[in-house]
């Protein structure tokens, strides 16, 4: 059985800093890239990160680039995404997916997603 566990949300001030995390199990981590998606109230879920298990590459929407880091440890079979200098733009909730046999940057796409895990909520204050 796939599941994913996203974990790591919480209330931080404009400026600091939240990791979150994804276990992921039941698949082979190798064949799979794994992204985290947001979703703010009344409005669309959206790409944030992803990394491609097999070559490490990652991606980035543009909002988030130099502030979030993607970064994964195979070995824990565990997805991490370092979120500095937040802003309440980023306040969502969070979620994981996993794609498998991902191509370039379709991580980035939900609709490429084969497996979710549930949200973990990001607020951060003004």
């Known amino acids: 059985e796939v599941q994913l566990q996203a974990s790591g949300g919480g209330l931080v001030q404009a400026g600091g800093s939240l990791r979150l995390s994804c276990a992921a199990s039941g698949f082979t981590f190798d064949d799979y890239a794994i992204g985290w998606f947001r979703q703010a109230p009344e409005q669309a879920r959206e790409g944030v990160s992803c990394?491609?298990?097999?070559?490490?590459?990652?991606y980035y929407t543009d909002s988030v680039k130099g502030r979030f880091t993607i970064s994964s440890d195979n070995a824990k079979n565990t997805v991490y995404l370092q979120m500095n200098s937040l802003k309440p733009e980023d306040t969502a909730v969070y979620y994981c997916?996993?794609?498998?046999?991902?191509?370039?940057?379709?991580?980035?796409?939900?609709?490429?997603?084969?497996?979710w895990g549930q949200g973990t909520q990001v607020t951060v204050s003004s």
């Open positions: 997916a996993a794609e498998r046999h991902p191509t370039s940057s379709s991580c980035l796409n939900l609709y490429r997603m084969h497996f």
């Open positions: 990394i491609s298990l097999s070559d490490g590459h990652t």
